[in-house]
């Protein structure tokens, strides 16, 4: 059974950091593409952040120089290191694990930035 588990969401205030996990079972870890994906309230998921199985990494406009993503192989998990957090970053972050035809999806952690 295909599990992603994500953790580390919270309220936090507007320049304070936050660093996500998402930690799979049940999938060979080191060959899927990791995403990390936030909805807004009213708004469409959207893609934050993506490393690829060799570890190379792209990001939304809106998070560049801000949001990291990183992944421990050996420990099943991908993060996403969260810092100048702004109120727009507000939403519920999900993990999503992709290859081929084969596509994943956490339950979703939620994270609010307010003064």
């Known amino acids: 059974q295909v599990q992603l588990v994500e953790s580390g969401g919270g309220s936090v205030q507007p320049g304070g950091s936050l660093r996500l996990s998402c930690a799979a079972s049940g999938i060979f870890f080191n060959i899927y593409a990791m995403d990390w994906y936030r909805q807004a309230p009213g708004k469409q998921r959207e893609l934050v952040a993506t490393i690829t199985s060799g570890g190379s990494t792209n990001y939304a406009d809106s998070v560049k120089g801000r949001f990291t993503i990183a992944r421990d192989n050996a420990k099943n998990t991908v993060y996403l290191q969260m810092n100048s957090l702004k109120p727009e970053d507000t939403g519920v972050y999900y993990c999503?694990?992709?290859?081929?035809?084969?596509?994943?999806w956490g339950q979703g952690t939620q994270v609010t930035v307010s003064s």
């Open positions: 999503n694990a992709h290859i081929a035809a084969f596509n994943y």
